[in-house]
Nanobody, 125 residues
Framework: QVQLVESGGGLVQAGGSLRLSCAAS????????MAWFRQAPGQEHEFVAA????????YYADSVKGRFTIFRDDAKNTVYLQMNNLKPEDTAVYCC??????????????????WGQGTQVTVSS
């Protein structure tokens, strides 16, 4: 059974930091491109960050570039999102996703076949 489980969300003041984790099971983790998306109430999934096989290449949305860092530990089947200098507009449910497509269109939700349930991040002003 393929499963992605996120953790690490919570309530933080603007300017604070959080680290999200996404633990994978039931798949060959090292063969998947991994990504983080977020979804605010009434909105569609918004691309946040992605990381290629082996962590060689990372991609970020302009809105988080310089503040967020995505990294992976293939030995632990886990991908992380370090979020610094958080802003109220970062408030959303953050979901990790796995894709067998390892090239192009990393920002499209439709390219990801496996999703976690998400973890809530709330940033107060």
């Amino acid at each position: 059974q393929v499963q992605l489980v996120e953790s690490g969300g919570g309530l933080v003041q603007a300017g604070g930091s959080l680290r999200l984790s996404c633990a994978a099971s039931g798949l060959t983790f090292s063969s998947y491109r991994m990504a983080w998306f977020r979804q605010a109430p009434g909105q569609e999934h918004e691309f946040v960050a992605a990381i290629s096989l082996g962590g060689i290449t990372t991609y970020y949305a302009d809105s988080v570039k310089g503040r967020f860092t995505i990294f992976r530990d293939d030995a632990k089947n886990t991908v992380y999102l370090q979020m610094n200098n958080l802003k109220p507009e970062d408030t959303a449910v953050y979901c990790c996703a796995a894709s067998v497509y390892t090239t192009s269109y990393f920002y499209l939700p439709s390219r990801y076949s496996t999703w976690g349930q998400g973890t809530q991040v709330t940033v107060s002003s």
